[in-house]
Each structure stands twice: as structure tokens, then as C-alpha cells.
């Protein structure tokens, strides 16, 4: 089979930097693929996603059922937050249950940080802002509250905001599961040899960056926004762990827990099966 080159996007993070580092500096390679890649916010890639522009994608969770006509869903590559995730923040300290009506400053109306945040509270007034503004936009008043992912989950307080919730400590108190952020995905127009290749290539580079962390960080800093080596190791280790290698039993069922009360609430309009590639 000849060689194809194929685009892989994702986010212009730490954590994906991180992942992808091994691939990125052609430290592993294939017979069968070279992939370029390509770096978008998760809200343009969700968008990119729906008109099936990339290969291989970071999506939200939140926006697979929209896209799995296109897409299958990788078992390797997903971002969860196990007891912690988008947080909530507010330049006035107020309670959770005060969140009812307020308006929120949002990364993407696709993002699966939305989707949490309108099953914590539907009545809502959200306002989309770019994810690397939110904090500016809500220390300014533009926003009763802003929705951090990313980084800003770990900066927040510097900028004299206050965390009103944290939606994965939310979710795992309440599910007792992960909460399922980000995952990858890959087109269904390729042949399958190709499919089975780049899940294993994804994977090798997971593990590659877990077995050389030092260097891998090292490469990852020049992607994280405003934090020094120790914090974006801290974020680093938060969504990119095991359940990056394979997302696990665990894992599947927090995926079909979150897409499933997204139907039932009205966010997500069609019901959805899973379709991992093996």
C-alpha cells in the first residue's frame, strides 16, 4: 500500500502537545502513514468536524452524535476528568444553586463543558467566547461567570476570580464516573488497515510520552499559556493518564451515561451508539 499523508488536528495545548509529541518530532513513524498536523480550538475542530474537513480529529464528547456519520470514535486519545474538570468562576463568590439565569461566558456551544454545565443548570444565558478569553471577559463584567478549560482551570485565582463549581468533582460525585471531555476520532472514508494503523500509532504516542515525561514536557511548555514547569506538569497529568491510552470499561460507560442525558434533556437531539474502533 502506498504511503499516505493524513491531517491530524487538535488543540494548541500542553496536554495535546504532550500526547502528540512522538509523532510531532517524528520520533515514530509508520510504512503506512505520515500525519500532519494541523491546530485549531476544540470548538473550531468540533465545527471543522461536522463538515468531515480532517482525517483524524480532536472532537468534545458532546459533539460526537452530531458527527458519527463521518467518525469513529477512537479508544485511545480521549481527555477525562476523574473528580475534577471545566470549573466555574466568577469574580463575586456566589453559591452553585445561584447560578439559575445568569450569564455565562462559554468556550463553544459544543463543547462538552457546555453540555455539563446545562445538565449542573439548564436555565442558563450563555454568551460563546474564545476559551483563551473567558477569564478576561469575566474579570471585565462582560459575564456573570465564565467557563474555564484548558489551563485557565488551573490560573483562575491569579486573576482574582472565585471557582462557584468545578463540574467534574460535580460529575463524579454524582455518577461516580469520569467525566468524558475530549476524545479522538477518525474518518470513516478510510480503509480500515489505515483506521487500525493510526489508532496504534496514537497510542504508541501516548505511551511514548509517559515513558520520556521529561522531554515530553519540555517539548509540551512552549504550548502552555502562563504556566511555569511544575503547574503544567500538574495539568499535563490531569488529562493525559491511563485513560488516554484506552479509554476502559470505566470509561465507555461514563461516554454512554453523558450522551444519554444529553438526549434526555434535550441537548443532543438524536441517541447514538458507540462505534470505537477496535
Same mark, same amino acid.
Given at each position: 500500500?502506498?504511503?499516505?499523508? =493524513?491531517? =491530524?488536528?487538535? /488543540? #494548541?495545548?500542553?496536554?495535546?502537545?504532550?500526547?502528540?509529541y512522538g509523532l510531532a518530532t517524528r520520533k515514530l513513524r509508520s510504512r503506512l502513514v505520515t500525519?500532519?498536523?494541523?491546530?485549531? +480550538?476544540?470548538?473550531?475542530?468540533?465545527?471543522?468536524?461536522?463538515? &468531515?474537513?480532517?482525517? %483524524?480529529?480532536?472532537?468534545?464528547?458532546?459533539? *460526537? #452524535?452530531?458527527?458519527?456519520?463521518?467518525?469513529?470514535?477512537?479508544?485511545?486519545?480521549?481527555?477525562?476528568?476523574?473528580? *475534577?474538570? $471545566?470549573?466555574?468562576?466568577? #469574580?463575586?463568590?456566589?453559591?452553585?444553586?445561584?447560578?439559575k439565569g445568569k450569564k455565562i461566558a462559554v468556550p463553544g456551544l459544543m463543547t462538552t463543558a457546555?453540555?455539563?454545565?446545562?445538565?449542573?443548570?439548564?436555565?442558563?444565558? #450563555? %454568551?460563546?467566547?474564545?476559551?483563551?478569553?473567558?477569564?478576561?471577559?469575566?474579570?471585565?463584567?462582560?459575564?456573570?461567570?465564565?467557563?474555564?478549560?484548558?489551563?485557565? @482551570?488551573?490560573?483562575?485565582?491569579?486573576?482574582?476570580?472565585?471557582?462557584?463549581?468545578? !463540574?467534574?468533582?460535580?460529575?463524579? @460525585?454524582?455518577?461516580?464516573?469520569?467525566?468524558?471531555?475530549?476524545?479522538?476520532?477518525? /474518518?470513516?472514508?478510510?480503509?480500515?488497515?489505515? @483506521? /487500525?494503523? %493510526?489508532?496504534?500509532?496514537?497510542?504508541?504516542?501516548?505511551?511514548?510520552?509517559?515513558?520520556?515525561?521529561?522531554?515530553?514536557?519540555? *517539548?509540551?511548555? @512552549?504550548?502552555?499559556? +502562563?504556566? +511555569?514547569?511544575?503547574?503544567?506538569?500538574?495539568?499535563?497529568?490531569? *488529562?493525559?493518564?491511563?485513560?488516554?491510552?484506552?479509554?476502559?470499561?470505566? &470509561?465507555?460507560?461514563?461516554?454512554?451515561?453523558?450522551?444519554?442525558?444529553?438526549?434526555?434533556?434535550?441537548?443532543?437531539?438524536?441517541? %447514538?451508539? !458507540? +462505534?470505537?474502533? $477496535?
Amino acid at each position: 500500500m502506498e504511503k499516505r499523508e =493524513l491531517v =491530524l488536528a487538535h /488543540s #494548541p495545548d500542553s496536554d495535546d502537545a504532550f500526547m502528540f509529541y512522538g509523532l510531532a518530532t517524528r520520533k515514530l513513524r509508520s510504512r503506512l502513514v505520515t500525519l500532519k498536523h494541523v491546530l485549531h +480550538d476544540i470548538e473550531t475542530l468540533n465545527r471543522n468536524a461536522l463538515e &468531515g474537513k480532517f482525517d %483524524v480529529t480532536a472532537i468534545s464528547y458532546h459533539a *460526537y #452524535p452530531f458527527l458519527a456519520g463521518q467518525y469513529r470514535l477512537m479508544a485511545t486519545g480521549s481527555s477525562m476528568g476523574d473528580g *475534577y474538570g $471545566p470549573i466555574l468562576v466568577s #469574580p463575586r463568590l456566589f453559591a452553585p444553586e445561584e447560578v439559575k439565569g445568569k450569564k455565562i461566558a462559554v468556550p463553544g456551544l459544543m463543547t462538552t463543558a457546555f453540555l455539563a454545565l446545562k445538565l449542573f443548570e439548564p436555565d442558563i444565558d #450563555p %454568551v460563546v467566547v474564545p476559551f483563551d478569553r473567558i477569564i478576561e471577559a469575566t474579570r471585565e463584567g462582560r459575564a456573570d461567570a465564565g467557563l474555564l478549560i484548558h489551563e485557565g @482551570q488551573l490560573t483562575y485565582d491569579r486573576e482574582g476570580l472565585h471557582r462557584i463549581a468545578d !463540574l467534574g468533582r460535580w460529575w463524579r @460525585q454524582k455518577h461516580d464516573l469520569p467525566l468524558p471531555l475530549g476524545a479522538l476520532v477518525i /474518518s470513516r472514508k478510510l480503509p480500515c488497515e489505515i @483506521q /487500525s494503523e %493510526v489508532s496504534k500509532l496514537v497510542r504508541r504516542s501516548v505511551q511514548y510520552a509517559m515513558d520520556h515525561r521529561e522531554e515530553a514536557l519540555s *517539548y509540551a511548555m @512552549q504550548f502552555a499559556r +502562563d504556566m +511555569d514547569a511544575a503547574l503544567a506538569d500538574k495539568f499535563v497529568g490531569m *488529562y493525559v493518564n491511563d485513560y488516554t491510552l484506552d479509554c476502559g470499561e470505566r &470509561g465507555r460507560r461514563a461516554i454512554e451515561l453523558l450522551l444519554r442525558l444529553g438526549h434526555e434533556s434535550g441537548a443532543i437531539p438524536n441517541r %447514538v451508539e !458507540l +462505534d470505537f474502533l $477496535p
